[in-house]
């Protein structure tokens, strides 16, 4: 039976909207510093939101964990509320730091070669009509665990055009990276 | 320039039920990977995600927090490959799996976890951790001591970086 012309248009339409409408914008594979900062988003309009895919570890000497923050535009005036699972209870946490607290890492005395990894969303962050919220969802299996569910937000209306991390107490050692997603 | 990303690259629709599925011969081409899991098992007895035929439990080991809509729990194993605490025997189940460099030969393989079970265990999220370097060639996703319900979905999707 002959497929109607019209529904395989809109099928096509389709098809070819989804294979577009998530696409890599940069991945930074860093090392040995203790920031990264990720600039001219400005210039991406196509987008209404961002993912950004990180996989992490710290070099913070003598301990087991450390943290990744994310700030804004070098505006690191934010707010967030954690829920978190440790594996013998779960917390849940609010913080007025210096930047969002988007994933628990482990540092120079975890188990060698364990990453942190960490799925984090920033919506409508072109939109200057309203504050920016993220999500992120991040976690480590070592003798430090750590599951957490992470809302942040940024009490400023402007677009967001600069992604500040930075590890909290050591630096990203080799290995980590971020892989950051335009969403249309 | 922005690159297309997100590539299905196997699935399967079980058409009866099934003890295990397995994605085989998973190249590296992509950076992560993600799992999306929609149906049930006949019992819940646990669900296992084996990386490339690794049966030692001790190279497993995970983190979950889990609501059950009264309360909520945290637990941990080092020798376990359990995927999720929720999954039960009706299909109304969502599992969502990120598989982070799942190639990189320099690091553990680590994965994030989301089951959602709306009735009647609730939400869970999962941290696991495969030690091993080795890239993730092949994933087995088993309903220990039971079957995949007929109906149930995987699919397998391919993120580039």
Same mark, same amino acid.
């Given at each position: 039976?002959?497929?109607?012309?019209?529904?395989?248009?809109?099928?096509?339409?389709?098809?070819?909207?989804?294979?577009?409408?998530?696409?890599?914008?940069?991945?930074?594979?860093?090392?040995?510093?203790?920031?990264?900062?990720?600039?001219?988003?400005?210039?991406?309009?196509?987008?209404?939101?961002?993912?950004?895919?990180?996989?992490?570890?710290?070099?913070?000497?003598?301990?087991?964990?450390?943290?990744?923050?994310?700030?804004?535009?070098?505006?690191?005036?934010?707010?967030?509320?954690?829920?978190?699972?440790?594996?013998?209870?779960?917390?849940?946490?609010?913080?007025?730091?210096?930047?969002?607290?988007?994933?628990?890492?482990?540092?120079?005395?975890?188990?060698?070669?364990?990453?942190?990894?960490?799925?984090?969303?920033?919506?409508?962050?072109?939109?200057?009509?309203?504050?920016?919220?993220?999500?992120?969802?991040?976690?480590?299996?070592?003798?430090?665990?750590?599951?957490?569910?992470?809302?942040?937000?940024?009490?400023?209306?402007?677009?967001?055009?600069?992604?500040?991390?930075?590890?909290?107490?050591?630096?990203?050692?080799?290995?980590?990276?971020?892989?950051?997603?335009?969403?249309? | 320039?922005?690159?297309?990303?997100?590539?299905?690259? =196997?699935?399967?629709?079980? $058409? #009866? !039920?099934? +003890?295990?599925?397995?994605? *085989?011969? &998973?190249?590296?081409?992509?950076?992560?990977?993600?799992?999306?899991?929609?149906?049930?098992?006949?019992?819940?007895?646990?669900?296992?995600?084996?990386?490339?035929?690794?049966?030692?439990?001790?190279?497993?080991?995970?983190?979950?927090?889990?609501?059950?809509? =009264?309360?909520?729990?945290? $637990? #941990? !194993?080092? +020798?376990?490959?359990?995927? *999720?605490? &929720?999954?039960?025997?009706?299909?109304?189940?969502?599992?969502?799996?990120?598989?982070?460099?799942?190639?990189?030969?320099?690091?553990?393989?680590?994965?994030?976890?989301?089951?959602?079970?709306?009735?009647?265990?609730?939400?869970?999220?999962?941290?696991?951790?495969?030690?091993?370097?080795?890239?993730?060639?092949?994933?087995?996703?088993?309903?220990?001591?039971?079957?995949?319900?007929?109906?149930?979905?995987?699919?397998?999707?391919?993120?580039?970086?």
């Amino acid at each position: 039976m002959p497929i109607p012309l019209g529904i395989l248009a809109v099928a096509g339409a389709g098809a070819a909207a989804l294979s577009s409408d998530y696409e890599l914008i940069q991945t930074s594979n860093v090392g040995n510093t203790s920031t990264l900062n990720i600039t001219g988003l400005g210039t991406y309009t196509q987008y209404k939101h961002l993912q950004i895919r990180m996989v992490a570890r710290s070099s913070r000497s003598s301990s087991t964990t450390d943290f990744v923050r994310l700030a804004f535009n070098n505006d690191s005036t934010t707010r967030d509320h954690l829920l978190s699972g440790s594996g013998a209870s779960v917390t849940s946490s609010t913080n007025n730091l210096a930047g969002l607290r988007v994933c628990f890492v482990p540092a120079a005395s975890s188990t060698a070669n364990a990453f942190a990894v960490a799925v984090i969303d920033i919506l409508d962050f072109n939109n200057s009509n309203k504050n920016t919220t993220i999500k992120s969802f991040s976690g480590l299996s070592t003798a430090t665990n750590s599951i957490n569910l992470i809302s942040g937000f940024w009490n400023n209306t402007a677009a967001i055009t600069a992604l500040n991390f930075e590890m909290d107490n050591g630096s990203f050692v080799s290995g980590s990276r971020f892989s950051l997603y335009g969403i249309k | 320039m922005p690159t297309s990303t997100y590539d299905l690259i =196997a699935s399967n629709v079980l $058409g #009866s !039920s099934a +003890a295990s599925v397995t994605f *085989s011969s &998973i190249s590296g081409s992509y950076r992560d990977l993600v799992i999306v899991i929609t149906g049930g098992v006949t019992s819940r007895t646990g669900q296992y995600m084996t990386l490339n035929s690794d049966t030692t439990d001790a190279n497993y080991s995970w983190v979950r927090a889990t609501g059950t809509g =009264a309360a909520t729990q945290s $637990g #941990s !194993s080092t +020798a376990d490959r359990s995927i *999720s605490e &929720i999954i039960e025997n009706a299909a109304n189940n969502l599992v969502i799996i990120q598989i982070m460099d799942y190639s990189a030969t320099n690091k553990h393989k680590s994965s994030l976890i989301r089951s959602n079970n709306a009735s009647p265990n609730g939400v869970e999220m999962r941290a696991l951790r495969w030690a091993s370097t080795n890239a993730i060639t092949s994933i087995n996703l088993e309903a220990v001591g039971t079957t995949w319900l007929s109906g149930t979905s995987f699919y397998l999707y391919g993120i580039v970086s």
